[in-house]
């Protein structure tokens, strides 16, 4: 309605127009004393986010400033937070997959950062880079329960309501479970063929991906006017949580043209295997069995290891099928893609499917009996020797 | 219940691949069926034996060149019901045929020749393109609840119960109505070979055949493959003789130990 307003100038508290707005009931903020305008400059897009905490802004115009401010930016990005597990120590800050998507989406291109988070998130536990944090609601009147709010079905209505309002140019969420369980179906209710676990970001539409167990890269080009993507955490260097205090936090479910998400399938419990190790998918150091360790109870010397490196433990698919180790410690193509300064695989051989989720890891160990397993041929330092002499050598000497 | 089972013709897990000029190189490579979905056609199956799920058919789906007659014909031997053959020579590893055309065609094929189906059950992932979208994308296209990485499968009211992996474990979902998508992880069950018999009984079983291009969909690829090359090779490493040794290079030569 204001849009042939053209902006004169601009001190700490008041903008002043070319034309006067005389009819108060036309002004879009009612009985506020700053007239908020709808910006096509992306670069100043922080500076309006800062005037807009300024003076006695209606939060209705606040938002609905914001919501212009991120349409007639060309470039924005919306990225899906990780969820916080049971397991998290603090649920007001971010999960370390989404500061590596974080630090992903500066690679795009400069314009604005908006986080789509299920919980409260303190601004000043969000990184410099985002400007602003749309919260799911968990009032919303379909779901039966909080952890329905987490279920594909929401999220990603969540996030096709985020982007009627808001239309991001691209989203991004991290490549884990929750990532490739939500983003290709909210891709598809947008229209748009998704880009998944993403390994390098070359510009805003072209990226590298792998394929065939990473046998293969491939560089691909996306054509479609919005980016839907996914980015393998382990590639990207977390964001430094440095504090965004001028960060907007937006309640999506408020904005009243937001049709209530559908639930079609409830959450009715996890279970989650607690541990005061470091998480298997961001630990530094990673010591990982396999068959050859022959029992659940030896699990326990790579156990100790872990515990005197301080790193996570982790298991190939066979010594999960064998039941050595449960299945949230599997590496491989099923199951964790990791890549820590530090994996020493013992007893493993080295299939195809296993090597494809540790490869990339700083330095590789393999001890193993088998002087031709493949794990020799991607590891750094290889011993050949019997792991049960080899482990507690290693546990005594250290 | 009426069971829709996708199964994917690719290049055997066991094959060390390599990248020719045109991607990686297919010709003269062994294919089998996708591991995944292996595991989803046993669990039709399994759901067929089961008398509480009143399974009435499995239709296993394929789409690529005529070799996916032969694959087919596996998850008919396995127990499927009738099959049918999506015919295209674009490639299905991620080069031509993406996932948002495989699941317009599975949504095609459920809208127009399989209507009254019940449950889709797919893989999790093709380990070719290592994708995994063709779940919940058909899931989103047919606004159907979805289920992914699905360890166990239960039965419950008119629905099911579905234990699915996630990153910390997994957590349990409720469908409480089908129709529903449901993509299978490794867990799921451990498929069974064919025997004889049910290979010659396979045999006799119908497929139907259509081509990819009579569907009225955009099959040519949204996101362009430029390039497809090998990742860089790590430098080599060395063998150490003793644990000292180990030790001493990780901490003075790695420096990953204190």
């Known amino acids: 309605k204001h849009q042939n307003l053209l902006p004169v100038s601009i001190d700490t508290k008041k903008i002043h127009f070319s034309k006067e707005v005389t009819d108060r009931k036309h002004t ?11 910006s096509s400059f992306l670069c100043k897009s922080r500076t309006l986010f800062n005037y807009c905490q300024l003076g006695k802004v209606h939060e209705k115009t606040r938002r609905r400033a914001i919501r212009c401010i991120l349409q007639r930016n060309s470039a924005s990005t919306l990225i899906i937070a990780e969820p916080s ?4 120590s603090s649920s007001s800050s971010l999960m370390p997959a989404t500061l590596s998507v974080i630090s992903a989406a500066q690679k795009l291109h400069p314009g604005p950062i908006t986080i789509l988070c299920d919980k409260a998130i303190d601004t000043g536990s969000l990184p410099s880079a985002v400007t602003s944090v749309l919260h799911m609601d968990t009032r919303s009147s379909s779901t039966t329960n909080t952890g329905s709010l987490l279920v594909a079905e929401s999220v990603s209505s969540h996030i096709q309501q985020a982007q009627k309002l808001y239309s991001f140019s691209h989203i991004v969420a991290p490549a884990t479970k929750f990532g490739s369980n939500v983003l290709p179906r909210a891709a598809a209710m947008l229209g748009i063929s998704p880009i998944t676990d993403i390994i390098e970001i070359l510009s805003q539409d072209t990226f590298v991906r792998p394929i065939y167990a990473g046998n293969a890269l491939a560089k691909v080009q996306a054509t479609q006017n919005v980016k839907v993507l996914s980015v393998r955490t382990t590639a990207f260097e977390k964001a430094n949580v440095d504090g965004s205090p001028n960060a907007t936090v937006i309640n999506l479910m408020e904005e009243k043209e937001v049709p209530p998400p559908q639930t079609l399938t409830e959450f009715v419990k996890e279970n989650v295997s607690s541990s005061d190790r470091p998480d298997l998918a961001t630990a530094n150091v990673v010591i990982s069995g396999g068959r050859g360790l022959k029992s659940a109870e030896n699990f326990a010397l790579l156990e100790a290891l872990a515990d005197k490196l301080g790193g996570a433990v982790g298991a190939s698919r066979a010594a999960v ?9 599997q590496v491989g193509q099923t199951g964790k893609c990791v890549a820590p300064e530090l994996y020493i695989a013992c007893g493993i051989s080295g299939a195809i499917q296993h090597l494809s989720g540790m490869k990339d890891s700083k330095t590789i160990v393999a001890i193993n009996s088998d002087p031709d397993a493949p794990i020799f041929q991607v590891a750094d330092y290889g011993l050949v020797q019997d792991l049960f002499k080899a482990v507690p050598e290693l546990n005594r000497q250290l | 219940m009426k069971i829709l089972v996708g199964v994917k013709r690719v290049v055997d897990y066991a094959v060390k691949v390599r990248v020719g000029s045109n991607g990686v190189e297919l010709k003269n490579v062994k294919m089998s069926l996708n591991p995944f979905c292996e595991i989803a056609v ?6 067929k034996e089961n008398k509480d799920a009143s399974v009435s058919e499995i239709v296993a789906l394929s789409i690529g060149p005529k070799q996916c007659q032969e694959t087919l014909r596996t998850a008919l031997a396995m127990g499927c019901d009738r099959g049918i053959h999506v015919q295209t020579d674009l490639r299905g590893d991620y080069m031509e045929l993406q996932s948002d055309a495989v699941a317009k065609l599975f949504q095609k094929i459920i809208e127009e020749k399989e209507k009254d189906t019940d449950l889709v059950l797919v893989g999790k992932q093709s380990i070719d393109s290592d994708c995994g979208h ?23 009211g008119n629905g ?21 998508v449901i993509s299978c992880d490794l867990r799921l069950n451990e498929p069974r070979y064919a025997t004889l018999p049910n290979i010659m009984k396979a045999k006799k079983k119908k497929i139907d055949t259509f081509q990819a291009e009579d569907f009225g969909i955009d099959l040519e690829p949204k996101n362009k ?18 644990v000292n040794q180990l030790i001493d290079k990780l901490r003075n ?6």
């Open chain 2, 225 to 242: 493959v430029l390039e497809v090359f090998e990742p860089p090779a790590r430098k080599e490493g060395i063998f150490v003789d003793d």
């Open chain 2, 253 to 258: 030569e790695a420096a990953v130990i204190p």
């Open chain 1, 321 to 329: 099928d064998a039941g050595y180790a449960p299945n949230d410690l």
């Open chain 2, 160 to 180: 099911l119960l579905v234990e699915r992996e996630t990153d910390q474990g997994t957590e349990t979902v409720r469908i409480p109505k089908l129709p529903a």
């Open chain 2, 42 to 47: 046993e669990e039709a199956v399994r759901l």
């Open chain 2, 134 to 156: 063709v779940g919940p994308m058909l899931a989103g296209y047919m606004s159907w609840p979805q289920a992914t990485f699905a360890a166990k499968i239960d039965l419950e």
């Open chain 1, 28 to 38: 879009p903020c009612g009985t506020s004393n700053i007239l908020i305008i709808m």
């Open chain 1, 85 to 88: 597990s049971s397991n998290a």
